[in-house]
């Protein structure tokens, strides 16, 4: 079946634009997780979700950003007034269940974000 | 604060040789310890994974050792190929904070032919 699959695979914006990164996750996978990877760096972990609701939203670097799965599938990372530190590869993951036990993530290939 | 520190950074060896891959954590509250493995463009996949109630755990040619005194565990490959070039990631979960990974710097390994 189909990975986890991320839109676009490439951004490129301005400093100060507002940008739209979604992720496909595997169908029937309850829970959802972005991570950002700077360059030459581990992914770092944004927010997670378990079903509709943000379960964690910890690593959210300020209140720029802002992630959303409405209909428990697909999620839609929002950045707003880009800054050139936000240039990185924003991953998306999903895992079977969320909660008790760890449960493989499944990472996309990502989005990769440049902020000029 | 960086809390799953790797090294090194890269690594080179022939074919045939073994690449190890160490890293050390700080919160003890962690309980699972993957390893990823990324090739260039893609996102990271699950390699090998050890419990700390384990001192070792062999996939293949992949192998894990695990310090739980030491707080250090490393990533062990044997017969190292040309295809393994990666960059490799270890990483730490702590179940009763949630699923988030803490993933160590990563370490560019090049197999030479």
């Known amino acids: 079946g189909a990975g986890v699959s991320q839109t676009p695979s490439n951004k490129v914006t301005e400093k100060g634009k507002y940008v739209e990164l979604r992720c496909d996750p595997i169908s029937g996978h309850t829970a959802l997780y972005w991570y950002r990877q700077s360059l030459g760096q581990g992914p770092e972990f944004l927010i997670y979700?378990?079903?509709?609701?943000?379960?964690?939203d910890s690593g959210l670097p300020n209140d720029r950003f802002f992630a959303v799965r409405p209909e428990g599938s697909v999620s839609t990372l929002k950045i707003q007034r880009t800054e050139r530190g936000d240039s990185a590869v924003y991953l998306c993951a999903s895992s079977p269940i969320a909660g008790a036990g760890h449960n493989e993530q499944f990472f996309g290939p990502g989005t990769r974000l440049t902020v000029l | 604060q960086q809390q799953v520190k790797q090294s090194p950074q890269s690594l080179i060896v022939q074919k045939g040789g073994i690449s190890i891959i160490n890293c050390a954590y700080e919160?003890?509250?962690?309980?699972?310890f993957p390893w990823y493995q990324q090739f260039p463009g893609k996102g990271p996949a699950l390699l090998i994974a050890i419990r700390p109630d384990v001192s070792e755990k062999k996939e293949g040619r992949f192998t894990i050792s695990f310090n739980k005194s030491a707080k250090q565990f490393s990533l062990h490959i044997m017969d190292s190929q040309p295809g393994d070039s990666a960059t490799y990631f270890c990483a730490a979960f702590e179940e009763a904070a949630g699923n988030k990974l803490t993933f160590g710097g990563g370490t560019r390994v090049l197999v030479k032919p």
């Open positions: 979700f378990q079903g509709t609701g943000a379960a964690d």
């Open positions: 919160n003890t509250a962690f309980d699972y």
